[in-house]
């Protein structure tokens, strides 16, 4: 069976050893609640495609407790990106970051132009970041069935995933079911930007953020 606990040092110790081990451990975030592993073990996020029934093409983001830890595993945020980053992040924006040569991360998306890419996200969440800063980065997608509707309570995301997870931490309801925005860079598309995924943040307040102060913050 596997253990359902609220967030306390001794659940994220438990965690942390989980995680090390290349198990499965769901988190609450900021919008729903993640499933959660290792960044950098191929085996076990096999083991969240499988939990998930979710198809090998849909990425993985990778959960981060500060901006710092970005260059810590080998990711740049390119222009204007990392201008939105200041103004969005922590929160549900989640900007697509470009692999530098050593980064090791398992769960790197390959271009079309040979670069290798990584959607990542601060939550903004004390509880979610007291988990990051417990179990550093960590490999994540929502905590239910591919398809299915995402999990506001940890007890709809172990209705969805039963015992494929080790572990469950509870941090209480989230605040809905709508995920984050995905952002890319794109010199060629309008402002510099594509939305691949609009969320929690409105296409409209990322491409007026851009022009803000004379477009200060574009590419």
């Not at 988190?27 to 495609?49: L, S, W």
């Not at 200041?86 to 670069?115: E, H, W, Y």
């Not at 997870?165 to 989230?174: A, E, H, K, M, S």
């Amino acid at each position: 069976m596997s253990a359902v606990c609220t967030v306390t040092d001794e659940s994220l110790e438990k965690a942390r050893r989980i995680i090390a081990a290349g198990g499965l451990v769901v988190i609450p975030t900021d919008t729903v609640y993640g499933v959660a592993c290792d960044p950098r073990n191929e085996a076990a996020i096999a083991k969240v495609y499988e939990a998930k029934r979710r198809p090998r093409f849909k990425a993985l983001q990778v959960l981060l407790a500060d901006t710092d830890q970005l260059d810590q595993l080998g990711l740049d945020l390119p222009a204007p990106l990392n201008r939105l980053a200041a103004q969005f992040m922590p929160g549900a924006f989640s900007p697509i970051a470009v692999a530098r040569g050593d980064c090791d991360l398992k769960t790197l998306n390959p271009t079309p132009q040979g670069a290798k890419t990584q959607g990542i996200r601060i939550p903004n969440s004390a509880v979610t970041l007291r988990v990051l800063n417990a179990l550093g980065p960590l490999a994540a997608s929502s905590a239910n069935r591919s398809g299915e509707e995402s999990a506001q309570t940890v007890e709809e995301a172990e209705a969805a995933l039963g015992d494929l997870v080790d572990l469950y931490l509870d941090g209480g309801p989230t605040q809905g079911h709508v995920a984050s925005t995905v952002v890319a860079a794109n010199p060629l598309s309008r402002d510099g930007i594509d939305i691949l995924r609009e969320g929690v943040i409105p296409q409209s307040v990322i491409r007026r953020a851009l022009h803000m102060n004379g477009g200060g913050l574009g590419a």
